[in-house]
């Protein structure tokens, strides 16, 4: 079954700093999607930046960009110059079909 | 565009009581998920609808929890005799047909939660 695994339950970075939240997933499929999804507090889940399996390009979005590291089934999310704003629960998900699974999710704190 | 809503926001109730939750998704939004997040974890998906068919419904937690899209539209989730262990927000999520706009991603209302005392 796939599983996905964030490490990291809290992170911590000060503001406009570069802060990377870990993700890796288990999988004997070969195409597949993974997103960051991030939940602010009481608010729901959106889209963060998402990446194909077939691309070997990271993908990018603003301040946001991901290390995917196929072989080693890695997704990493990179956020540069941290705002007050995002601050939240981010999750990494793994998606093929149907079947959208989640990490336990690292909380971001972003220091003033 | 509106987003997915969720009705209602949060539901207090009794171990034994039946709890019903409705979905509304985006505007032909013609897929439909139900997941189940507990804190301190992800969400954890329950059931799929395209359409008014439920594909998927073997992750339901147990007998006790029943979803139905009669229409295609709306959707509602049905936790009978409840117990406490049933305490969670129950988040919806919806996903146009595959084109090639659709980027993959779900998008998601802001969930419901319930607490069973």
């Known amino acids: 079954a796939q599983t996905v695994t964030q490490s990291q339950p809290e992170m911590s970075v000060q503001e406009a700093e570069t802060v990377t939240l870990s993700c890796t997933y288990d999988t004997s499929e070969s195409d597949y999607y993974l997103f960051w999804y991030k939940q602010p507090p009481s608010r729901q889940m959106i889209l963060v930046i998402r990446?194909?399996?077939?691309?070997?390009q990271n993908a990018t979005e603003n301040r946001f960009s991901v290390n995917f590291q196929k072989a080693a089934k890695s997704f990493s999310l990179k956020i540069s110059d941290s705002q007050l704003g995002d601050a939240a629960m981010y999750f990494c998900?793994?998606?093929?079909?149907?079947?959208?699974?989640f990490g336990a999710g690292t909380r971001l704190t972003v220091k003033p | 565009d509106t987003g997915v809503s969720q009705d209602p926001r949060h539901k207090i109730t009794k171990r034994g009581q039946n709890v019903t939750f409705r979905c509304d998704p985006i505007?032909?939004?013609?897929?439909l998920y139900w997941y189940r997040q507990t804190l301190g974890q992800g969400p954890e998906f329950l059931t799929y609808f395209q359409n008014e068919a439920q594909l998927e419904k073997s992750r339901l937690l147990s007998d006790r929890f029943s979803a139905e899209r009669p229409k295609g539209s709306f959707s509602t989730l049905e936790i009978q005799r409840t117990e406490q262990g049933d305490s969670a927000m129950y988040l919806c999520?919806?996903?146009?047909?595959?084109?090639?706009?659709?980027?993959?991603?779900?998008?998601f209302g802001e969930g419901s939660r319930l607490t069973v005392l």
């Open positions: 990446q194909e399996a077939y691309k070997q």
């Open positions: 505007s032909e939004h013609n897929r």
């Open positions: 999520a919806s996903r146009p047909p595959t084109r090639d706009t659709w980027v993959g991603e779900l998008f």
């Open positions: 998900a793994y998606r093929r079909g149907y079947d959208m699974r």
